[in-house]
């Protein structure tokens, strides 16, 4: 008779066999599908009437929004058949829109060669368009290539100075370079550029949103360095210090605003926040503790379960302002989230203390 152990194990492993099998499954299905869409060295779709080539291309833009890659690139495929055998001026645009389509979503699916290779055929109709040359950028950065991607970011705002995903990029690059002050200027101008927050399919968020996020932690970056400076900092670097720091909290609220549902900025923001939440009660002395307690108020509504936040107002409460009452519904807080035995004490002592000085007054 079988052990439980081996009979655990054979669940185990007849449980892995099917998760294998199932997956293999799946990447055979994802292969057929975009070896179908893609048309990436199979048969070559049933070419359509030149009449259908607009209906095509509405078809696999509204795919292309949806971020339904996969239907978007054999639509786009279709409309450049129906093409191919008329190539006008008439219809030259609506080529080089399908040609930039299919070169970025194969940019997306991380199939750089090819995306290349497309883009070639974009950039034979109309080389020095914005969106050419803002997608060989992105794909010399992809590659690492980040001279030639800069200068090409640099070509697209020559023709368009308000492109914000190429201000955005170009921060991108700078920032990464450690260049804070060239990074900040793009990024500041891709917000100005962004005002109604447009939707890119190809990013988590519109520029607007990402621009605020990479500028406030470039600010981040920029004050973190002070700490580094080999001086004595005086009152001129503590202002500017204080003004990253604010301006760094103040973007991130605003991005919050528009994309409640990132993770990074509530992350990015929870950190300023305990950050600024500590000076403040360093400067207890000149400035009153509910200016902290604010700051730690922000960051359990950002987080309930921040665990510190509410250790940090229950010590507030209970050691600076003298409100045992409040440090009571604190310290209850903390031990929902953590329930520590040093919790628990800490709430019976104040329950007893509370009941004692109830009896005195009464």
Known sequence: ????????????????RWLLYTEIIAIIGFVVLAALYTQRGGAEPKSLPLTEVETLIAEADSHFENQDLGRAVFLYWQALQAMESEKTDDNKMDRLHANLRIAEIYSQSNWLKDAKSRLQHASNIQPDHEDVLLLSGRLFRDEGAL????EHFLAVLEKNPKNAEARYLLGVLYQGNKQYEAASTHYRSAIE??????????EKAPIGVLARLQLSRTYNKMFNNYSLLDRELTDEDYTEISRLETQSVSLLEEALQKQPDMQEIVNDLIGLLYRRAIA?????ATRPYADALEVYERIVELDPTEVKAWQEM???????????????????????????????????SLEEEITAENGELE
């Open 1 to 16: 008779m079988e052990s439980n152990n081996q009979i655990e194990k054979k669940s185990f492993f007849s449980f892995n």
């Open 147 to 150: 001279k030639e991607a800069t």
């Open 193 to 202: 550029s962004d005002q109604e927050f447009k939707h890119i399919p190809s």
């Open 280 to 284: 403040l009660k360093r400067e207890a």
């Open 314 to 348: 229950a010590e507030i409460y209970e050691s600076y302002l003298m409100d045992k009452l409040k440090a009571l519904e604190m310290y209850r807080k903390v031990y929902e989230l953590e329930p520590h035995a040093t919790y628990l004490a800490i709430i019976k």
